[in-house]
Every structure is written in structure tokens, then in C-alpha cells.
Nanobody, 122 residues
Framework: QVQLVESGEGLVQAGGSLRLSCAAS????????MGWFRQAPEKEREFVAV????????YYADSVKGRFTISRDNAKNTVYLQMNSLKPEDTAVYYC???????????????WGQGTQVTVSS
């Protein structure tokens, strides 16, 4: 089992920045690829970014590429999502998740956090 807890929720103006954190406990954190997903009201959950177990490989959704950065600190059992140049369309509940390999499909992830709200005002 892996327990994931997100933090860093907030309300920011368009163009602003926010950093989300996801702290893991339980099974060896460094053995998992970690992903971030988001879900806006009345929309399906969508992939945002993923990082492999070592942090040496990352992949982003086109909608956030160049604005968001995913990183991890295996010594702290934490994965981060730095979000810059935020847009109102980034408003959603953001979830971190753990998988045995890097994937973009939410169905491939075994463990999920409870989610944290990000709201971007125009």
C-alpha cells in the first residue's frame, strides 16, 4: 500500500504560480512512477504530468507543457508540481497518483491521493 497526501491548494490570479506537493508513505516511494492528474467540474479526469522513478524522465500534457514542471525528491518521499503562468482553464482538483511505470492513462495508476483544489481567477 502507498498513501498519498497532496497539499498546496490555493486561489491565484491568472498568470500566477502555485506549487503542489504530494507526500507518500508506505511502500518504497522510489520504486513508483508518479503522475499528476486533474479534474474540472463536469469534466473527465485528465493527465497532467508524469515522472519516472528516478526523476530522469518526465512527460507532460500539451496543455501544460512549458508552464508546469514535475519533480521528485526520493529522500523526502515527495513529488512536486510547479505551476507557472496559470490560466483560468487550469482550475480543477489536482490528484497525485502512483504507478509501476510511466503512464498517461489514469486507469494505469494503483494509488491516489485525495486531491487538492486549484482555482485560477481571471
Amino acid at each position: 500500500q502507498v498513501q498519498l497526501v497532496e497539499s498546496g491548494e490555493g486561489l491565484v490570479q491568472a498568470g500566477g504560480s502555485l506549487r503542489l506537493s504530494c507526500a507518500a508513505s508506505g511502500r518504497t516511494f522510489s520504486s513508483f512512477a508518479m503522475g499528476w492528474f486533474r479534474q474540472a467540474p463536469e469534466k473527465e479526469r485528465e493527465f497532467v504530468a508524469v515522472i519516472n522513478w528516478s526523476g530522469g524522465s518526465t512527460y507532460y500534457a500539451d496543455s501544460v507543457k512549458g508552464r508546469f514542471t514535475i519533480s521528485r525528491d526520493n529522500a523526502k518521499n515527495t513529488v512536486y508540481l510547479q505551476m507557472n503562468s496559470l490560466k483560468p482553464e487550469d482550475t480543477a482538483v489536482y490528484y497525485c497518483a502512483a504507478a509501476t511505470s510511466t503512464r498517461t492513462s489514469w486507469s494505469s495508476y494503483d494509488y491516489w491521493g485525495q486531491g487538492t483544489q486549484v482555482t485560477v481567477s481571471s
